[in-house]
């Protein structure tokens, strides 16, 4: 399996950004999908995730303000994210497994992409 994210960019405070994460090599459909995230010296923590069933699972930091939301007919995982702050910059990571659970575990994903930078300037 293959990730690549993309979307990243530097936004103000406030701001929103879409971000994209395509996937080849495998059936989408049935995957666990989640986007993490890791700002500079921090541990990756999860965001939000996304089971084959569409159920959804939010870090808190984030419940109210990023979507989480898949295509399936375009293998394409997208997260919305709106009303930026500066806590949100960070590298952001697409991550998937095949497994029949969905939570936001680092060590549950098998595959990852190579991350797409989000930068949130005061």
């Known amino acids: 399996e293959q990730l690549v994210e993309s979307g990243g960019g530097s936004v103000q405070a406030g701001g929103s950004l879409r971000l994209s994460c395509t996937g080849s090599?495998?059936?989408?459909?049935?995957?666990?999908m989640a986007w993490f995230r890791q700002a500079p010296g921090k541990e990756r923590e999860g965001v939000a995730s996304?089971?084959?069933?569409?159920?959804?699972d939010y870090a808190d930091s984030v419940k109210g303000r990023f979507t989480i939301s898949r295509d399936n007919a375009k293998n394409t995982l997208y997260l919305q994210m709106n009303n930026l702050t500066s806590d949100d910059t960070a590298m952001y990571y697409c991550?998937?497994?095949?497994?029949?659970?969905?939570?936001?575990?680092?060590?549950?994903?098998?595959?990852w992409g190579q991350g797409t930078q989000v930068t949130v300037s005061t």
């Open positions: 996304s089971g084959s069933g569409r159920n959804t």
């Open positions: 090599g495998y059936t989408y459909s049935t995957n666990c």
């Open positions: 991550a998937s497994h095949h497994r029949w659970f969905c939570r936001l575990l680092r060590n549950d994903y098998i595959y």
